[in-house]
């Protein structure tokens, strides 16, 4: 009963962060976080896992933004393609809600850069005047990760989006690319988000 329960809580914190996500564009963590807050729970009640808040984002979409999400995600997908061709020297892989398809226009995009040498990215982005903020984020392992992050305008939606380029050594490729607990690629390289781009115009 007690297990029930537990699970009942977790489904309701998904969705409700499920919620967040779409509407408010927050990330993952955040958005569960708030969730728990919102509903007057404990700060210390068990959360429920990045797997099961994609689903939840998933079903939330079907439901409030079947008629919207799918251009969204295409004009999303486009501007990480226009950016992945401008950096293809640095091996850019996409990865989060724009790689897994339950992105909308709230939605940021993640490119990893996999590098020679750490700062080429960097000097690249100023060689090419492109603002840009140098921050730290969690990587792919839990591990702190240097990303430069700027905005970048996407034509079709009219407005800024977050682009956030993360710098990875080169040999961290390897296990960049292993299944991800759902068993898919967990990111895309330039010619996969090519062919993606490509499905969706002609859709």
Known sequence: MQNARMDTLQSEIAAAAARLVVEE?????????????????????????NDALEDAVREYIAVFCADTQPAELAALRRLALTWMERLAEFRPHLGGAVWHGSATRLSDIYLQLFCDDPKSAEIALIEH?????????????????????LSSMSPELGEPIGVHLLVY??????????PDTKGRTPRGDLAAVRALVEETGNG
């Open 25 to 49: 564009g927050l990330e993952y963590g955040p958005a569960k976080r708030r969730a728990v807050k919102q509903m007057g729970l404990s700060a210390r009640t068990a959360l429920p896992d």
């Open 129 to 149: 005047r492109v603002d840009y903020t140098p921050r730290t984020v969690t990587g792919f392992h839990g591990e702190s990760v240097e990303a430069l992050s």
């Open 169 to 178: 050594d080169h040999d961290d490729l390897r296990g960049a690319l292993k």
